[in-house]
């Protein structure tokens, strides 16, 4: 397994800011994930299994397994659904036989791992004919911010850049297309969902917390990798706050979202 290609890390400010955007992302994610009764449901990259529960509460005759790798992800995982299990065990080598699952979803995990492509052919295997894939990923250079933050924008190109260097993909959004028809996917629906804040939607300081958040679980890996000095990220920090007061700021980014099937 390559747990450093996990950028942000699982310390506990980081798992707080993972709540947070469950919070901020889940009730949309729910509409796009459809699940059937007695489904056997598959989440790659569970976290602290907040998405996963909510799917099981929602389905209670569907089976859902959250797959993890970092055993302190599922220690913070709830344990109180009995159609929700949670396994420690990494997406380039999902523990399922072939054929076995209805569906297998994700999100905010390709991006992180080393080898999507690998990823998505273990999650073409085990699904049946006629399984479904759903994903929702991150496409970062998307996000803008008015008034503009110049010292953001560039520590969010290098945030950029540090995933890459470390093995994942940031703009793996836009790129799903592509690879789930080259691993053999059918009935390809790519779509959108919008994160629009402002200081009248009450979500304006929660989505700003949870770019700042982003940008502090990088800081130290910015530094180590010479891609950032002190003064820029203090800069782009200090820039951030101040917008996240602004009265007058609005933010605008959209994840990239795909379902597709397993051709029967
Ligand atoms: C950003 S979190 C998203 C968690 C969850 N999907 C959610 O929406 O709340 C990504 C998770 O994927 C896990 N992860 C990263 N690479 C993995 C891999 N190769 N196999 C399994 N889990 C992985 C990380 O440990 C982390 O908990």
Same mark, same amino acid.
């Given at each position: 397994m390559k747990e450093k290609t996990y950028i942000h890390g699982v310390a506990p400010e980081e798992q707080d800011r993972l709540r947070l955007l469950n919070r901020l992302t889940n009730g949309p994610y729910l509409d796009f994930v459809k699940i059937k009764p007695g489904d056997q449901v598959l989440e790659i990259g569970s976290g602290l299994g907040i998405i996963a529960h909510a799917i099981a509460e929602t389905y209670p005759s569907a089976q859902v397994t959250g797959l993890e790798y970092a055993a302190e992800q599922i220690a913070g995982s709830p344990q109180d659904l009995e159609n929700l299990t949670f396994r420690q065990g990494d997406a380039h080598h999902i523990p399922f036989a072939d054929a076995s699952l209805d569906v297998v979803y994700g999100r905010y995990i390709l991006e992180h791992v080393h080898d999507p492509s690998q990823v998505l052919r273990e999650v073409y295997r085990v699904l049946k004919p006629g399984g479904r894939v759903y994903f929702q990923e991150n496409t970062i250079s998307i996000m803008k911010l008015y008034p503009e933050c110049p010292q953001f924008d560039f520590i969010w190109k290098q945030f950029i850049a540090l995933q890459a260097r470390i093995g !994942?993909? !940031? $703009?793996i959004g836009v790129k799903m297309y592509h690879m789930l028809k080259s691993v053999g996917f059918g009935g390809l629906q790519c779509s959108f969902a919008d994160e629009v804040h402002y200081? $009248?939607? !009450?979500t304006f300081v929660a989505w700003m917390d949870n770019i700042i958040g982003n940008v502090e679980s990088a800081v130290d890996k910015l530094l180590a990798f010479g891609l950032a000095t002190e003064e820029q990220i203090s800069g782009a920090l200090a820039e951030l706050t101040a917008f996240k007061q602004d009265d007058m700021a609005s933010v605008y980014f959209w994840w990239n979202r795909i379902a597709g099937v397993k051709p029967a």
């Open positions: !994942g993909d !940031g $703009e200081p $009248e939607k !009450g």
